[in-house]
């Protein structure tokens, strides 16, 4: 046994000893590097002996060991400051439970009344409902069910049948006085211009523009925006205050004579009812929108129509308008249908269906974008459903000739529009290239263009090139807006060597006087991501 004791003593003090010497020795470590009279005695000695050249390298070395050491101690520093800056202490841990305790029973009481005010909204179905007598709005919704119509007329519900409900007055009262205007046998329908051609189009509204409203843009962005209407129905334009966002989409209204529809976008904006309206159960009546009305009334005209969502990213566009991205991207046009109200009524507008009203093709939207502090981020969703167009300056003064207004027809354009895209379609020596730029992206990036860009840009250049344009910068554009925007959110610190590298790629395979734009964007990003 006391050869265990004495082995046991030994070892153990072998590792102390050990564990004392490392101490010892970083204790020495740092007093050493501090051991500042033995460095002026180790300059001493060398001193008499050094040249003008060499007391010159010693001044200069001495100070940069100097700064070098104090980045050293003031990175500590701010280390240890941000280690003790998360350590919150007992009391203020327990003060900020309470305060999330709170926060959490105000929230409870914020959601009962939203249920309140959303059980009274479905109210629409025809049921006598107390929304005070229940908690939430699915059990305000079951239990009016059943108690009006029984579990059989539950089952009806969730198939979509439509009530038929008795009114004394009309229920859309502004949607019947636009049947009542374009049936009245006074009515005559405009004569439109069936020869303009899309760059003529381009030409004669930005002169129109600048001869009698006073605003002047780029033919480039007139050439944008056309050729954006015929690959999407909705554009966006952002940039900073200004430069003709909203006035751009309004001029061509007047250019027109169908004045676009102005929608300003409110930051309390939550769901689809700040555009379509709502069934109001206490007057009977709907609740018609500017934005209602403009889409049933585009179903009488042939006239192209605007709609325009000024400053749509004050509130989130997912929010308010996802409806409408989900319908305008159904294939065939004959279905696309939002359902306004859930029943019928036999003094309801002609052409509203069961409740729904048709989406006409001849409406374009137009969202406007301010990109400041004060507004949401749009997500990828409505980005990639959109063609965004960057109005970063004010276009310059230019002598523009007298042009009068004119009327155009919605079929005339779309007319322009297919024959552009069966004239002027991508040249398959482009389409091999962007082809390889894809699969350059997804190695490099993890990024792809994706059916939809495809079919946008298929659809985009021919009529960019059918107003005047060429095709490769038509493909610079699509490719900057679409596939390049991305890259913010990808972390540009990481991928911007790859920058430089996607540049040189651009200038082999599209050549060095191409792709212009696409090059400007990547050298914007590559300085926001060196700062």
């Known amino acids: ?64 060991l100097i ?95 439509v009530e038929l409900v008795e009114t004394a007055e009309k229920r859309f009262p502004r949607l019947s006085d636009v049947d009542a205007f ?8 405009p004569v439109y211009d069936h020869t303009i051609t899309l760059e003529e189009l381009c030409i004669n509204f930005r002169n129109y523009a600048a001869s009698r409203l006073g605003l002047y843009y780029d033919l480039e962005v007139m050439k944008q925006t056309f050729a954006s209407f ?5 554009l966006i334009f952002q940039g900073i205050s200004g430069t003709g966002k909203t006035s751009l989409p309004y001029a061509f209204g007047q250019f027109i004579q169908n004045p676009s529809v102005i929608c300003s976008v409110q930051p309390s904006w939550r769901d689809r009812t700040e555009l379509f309206g709502y069934y109001n159960d206490f007057t009977r ?37 996802a409806e409408m991205l989900s319908i305008l991207e159904l294939p065939r046009e ?81 007319k322009l529009y297919q024959e552009a895209k069966e004239k002027y379609p991508v040249s398959e020596e482009n389409l091999m290239l962007l082809e390889r730029l894809d699969k350059y992206l997804i190695e490099h990036f993890r990024l792809t263009f994706g059916n939809r860009i495809m079919r946008q840009m298929q659809e985009f250049v021919p009529c960019y090139v059918a107003c005047g344009g060429i095709e490769t910068d038509g493909i610079d554009f699509m490719f900057a807006k679409k596939i390049l925007r991305k890259f913010e959110s990808l972390g ?22 191409n792709m212009k734009i696409s090059k400007e964007y990547l050298a914007r990003l590559k300085k926001i991501s060196g700062s």
């Open 1 to 64: 046994m006391n050869a265990f004791f004495y082995y046991f003593y030994n070892f153990m003090r072998s590792i102390f000893g050990h564990i004392w010497n490392v101490l010892v020795a970083v204790k020495d470590a740092v007093f050493g590097i501090f051991d500042i009279r033995y460095y002026m005695e180790l300059f001493g000695s060398y001193k008499d002996e050094l040249s003008p050249l060499g007391w010159f390298f010693a001044i200069v070395v001495h100070i940069l």
């Open 67 to 161: 700064l070098l050491l104090s980045l050293f101690v003031f990175l500590a520093w701010k280390g240890l400051k941000v280690i003790f800056r998360f350590k919150v202490p007992v009391i203020e841990y327990e003060k900020m439970k309470d305060e999330v305790v709170t926060l959490k029973r105000e929230i409870m009481k914020a959601n009962y009344e939203k249920d309140k005010i959303l059980a009274m909204k479905i109210s629409e179905l025809g049921m006598e409902i107390n929304p005070d007598l229940l908690e939430t709005p699915n059990d305000l919704f079951e239990k009016g069910m059943k108690e009006d119509k029984g579990e059989e007329g539950i089952r009806e519900a969730g198939e979509e049948a």
């Open 182 to 189: 374009y049936k009245n046998p006074d009515f005559q329908p």
């Open 230 to 234: 015929g690959a999407a129905k909705m």
């Open 285 to 321: 009546k709907y609740t018609e929108t500017d934005f209602l009305k403009t889409l049933y009334e585009a179903h009488y005209y042939e006239d192209p129509r605007i709609v325009i969502l000024d400053e749509m990213n004050i509130a989130r566009v997912e929010y308010y308008f």
């Open 334 to 414: 004959e279905e696309r249908y939002v359902s306004v109200v859930s029943s019928m009524a036999a003094n309801d507008p002609d052409l509203m269906k069961e409740g729904k009203i048709w989406i006409p093709s001849n409406v374009w939207y137009v969202g406007t974008i301010n990109n400041d502090d004060s507004t949401f981020a749009v997500a990828d969703k409505v980005y990639d459903r959109a063609i965004p167009i960057d109005l970063d300056d004010r276009a310059e003064f230019f002598e523009a000739p007298d042009t009068e207004p004119m009327r155009l027809s919605y079929k005339h354009l779309e």
């Open 492 to 513: 540009l610190g990481f991928i911007r060597d790859e920058l430089d590298s996607l540049v040189v790629y651009l200038d082999h395979e599209f050549g060095s006087e």
